[in-house]
C-alpha cells in the first residue's frame, strides 16, 4: 500500500512538473506573441502614415499637373494670338524662321 501512495505520488509530481512546463513554454510563446504582435502594429501604424504622406504627395502632383497644364494652354492660346497678329501684319508669315518678309526685313 505504501508503495502503491508513493508510486502515485510520483506519478503526480512528474505530471505537475510536466504542466509547470508546458504553462512555462506556454507563457513564453505568449510573450512572443505579444511581442509580434506590438511589432506588427508598429509597422502597419507607420505603414499606414507612409499611405497618408503619398496620398498628399500625390494630391500635390496632380494640383502642380493642373496648373502646368493650364499655364500651357495658355501660353499657347498666347502664341496662336501672336501668330494670328503677325499674319495680319505680313500676310507671308508661316512661323517658320527664314520664311516670312517679316524674317528677311529683320536682317
Known amino acids: 500500500v505504501l508503495c502503491e501512495k508513493y ?12 504542466h509547470q512546463q508546458e504553462v512555462g513554454e506556454v507563457a513564453v510563446l505568449n510573450k512572443q ?6 511589432s ?3 509597422e502597419v501604424k ?3 502614415a507612409d499611405r497618408k504622406f ?6 500635390d502632383i ?5 496648373t502646368t497644364k493650364a499655364r500651357l ?4 492660346a498666347q502664341l496662336v494670338e501672336y ?8 500676310p507671308t508669315f508661316t512661323g517658320r524662321g527664314g520664311d516670312s518678309a517679316a524674317s528677311s526685313r529683320a536682317h
Do not use: P
Not at 7 to 18: M, T
Not at 33 to 38: F, I, P, R, S
Open 73 to 76: 494652354d495658355d501660353a499657347e
Open 83 to 90: 501668330v494670328t497678329r503677325l499674319k495680319k501684319v505680313d
Open 7 to 18: 508510486a502515485i505520488s510520483l506519478k503526480q509530481e512528474d505530471e505537475n512538473k510536466h
Open 40 to 42: 506588427l502594429e508598429k
Open 62 to 66: 496632380k494640383v502642380k499637373v493642373a
Open 46 to 48: 507607420s505603414l499606414k
Open 54 to 59: 503619398l496620398e498628399n504627395q500625390l494630391v
Open 33 to 38: 506573441l505579444k511581442a509580434q504582435t506590438e
